[in-house]
């Protein structure tokens, strides 16, 4: 059975809460003159941090989801700048969460085909990738960030997730608590804590902390965790394009000596497109205007003799953001751990990672749903079982992405572009090939 079922089905309610609400926390948290106390304080509110929240309030945790409301404008015309491609397995998630019931169907777009082209390895034939020869009903599914984002906010509201907007400012180390207590707060007491202070002066004590606030972290500078950083000395550059015919919901690739140009299918006759370009030629692009931009990119297209549809306008004001990689050197420290972003960023060719953050919520939502999780979710062993899971699947993305940038940027020799035509004719030519790379893909998601 495919697990990834027809998004333009008719959207269903959010799933119930699989553990009853506890009544009067609000009012409880408002009256209390000490520290707020929860089982687990997540730092972020964009999507990451929404979604992990509600997914542990599922569980029966006692959270709060701290931050600033993210900055988005829903049902914008043209689409959102920051659009996400969703593996299989990553919105098998978001649907078993009910997620997905609050995202409108006509604003998701499928991807069926994949083409992948490499001008620079000479007239070797493109990689094509389609779901139908894998036996799957779709590679992956393109969503704008605030549609996420919205259905995000709509899960923790329905989940009883504590909200503070306040921005986080210091933490302290673990503490025991010492204090004599009963009822809700006598439980959270008896065992250590960590304390984070937030705006105006507010504290909270959590037995975990769990970061999903971004490749800028605040919280991972706070508590000290370092993370080794390689700059691409690129940016992405971002732009959504009405296109003259039906895209047939193919998405396409090019490695070139100009970056990589990535085309990804919206909802409609448009496109979404990604050029991770060198810096000075993705300076180039942000400096023409969304219709001179569409016609170089138009161009570069005809250069490469592309089949994709042919761009006839500009949608929205093109945006752009630097590339680095970063990885933290441990995602963990006492009763602390950071997911998503904050823990690890990758190059976005493989469109992996949102997918890669839905794989941390995903192994953590299991390890804390364990009965020896339930009286502390933030003790060592917890955590480290964590770790270990997604060791390998984060390693592995960052040497992929890494080497094949590498690869491409600096122009292989004769002899080792000739090495890579083969194998890329191989990986062209062979269809169970393909399919097993397609598969090991649409699985990234709690893998």
Known sequence: MNVFSNPHTAPMPLSEIPFPARQGSSALFASSSSALQ???????ASVAGLFTAQALAKLGYRCALIGPEPVYARHQVGFDQRIFA??????????????????????????????????????????????????????????????????????????????????????????LGARAASGLQSALQAGQTRRITLEHGKTLEARLLVGCDGAHSGLRKLAGITSRRFDYKASAVVANFACGSQHRHSAYQWFTDQGILALLPLPGQALSM????????????????????????????????????VLVSCLNQPASFPLIESLSDSPTAQRLLLLADAAHVVHPMAGQGLNLGIGDM??????????????????????????????????????????????????????????????????????????????????????
Do not use: K
């Open 38 to 44: 929860v089982d687990i304080a997540v730092i972020g």
């Open 86 to 175: 969703l593996s299989p397995a990553s919105w098998a998630w978001m649907q078993d969460q009910g997620l997905s019931a609050a995202i409108q169907s006509q604003r998701l777009g499928l991807i069926n085909r994949m083409h992948i082209h490499a001008p620079p390895l000479g007239s070797v034939e493109p990689i094509v990738f389609d779901a139908y020869r894998a036996a799957l009903e779709q590679l992956a599914l393109t969503v704008e960030q605030s549609e996420l984002i919205a259905a995000g906010q709509q899960a923790v509201a329905m989940a009883g997730v504590l909200r503070l907007q306040e921005s986080l400012v210091g933490i302290d180390p673990p503490v």
């Open 274 to 309: 990604v050029w991770s370009a060198p810096q000075p030629i993705a300076d180039r692009l942000m400096s023409l205007g969304g219709e001179s931009l569409r016609r170089h990119v138009q161009a570069f297209l005809e250069s490469l003799g592309s089949d994709a549809p």
């Open 362 to 447: 995903i192994e953590l939502t299991d390890v804390l749903s364990r009965p020896a999780s339930r009286h502390d979710p933030g003790q060592a062993p917890c955590l480290e079982r964590y770790v270990r899971r997604r060791a390998e699947p984060v390693a592995a993305l960052s040497l992929l992405t890494r080497r094949l940038y590498q690869w491409f940027e600096q122009r292989p020799t004769p002899l080792l572009a000739a090495i890579g035509a083969w194998g890329w004719s191989r990986v062209a030519g062979s269809s169970l090939i393909q399919s097993a790379l397609i598969r090991q893909a649409v699985r990234h998601g709690p893998n």
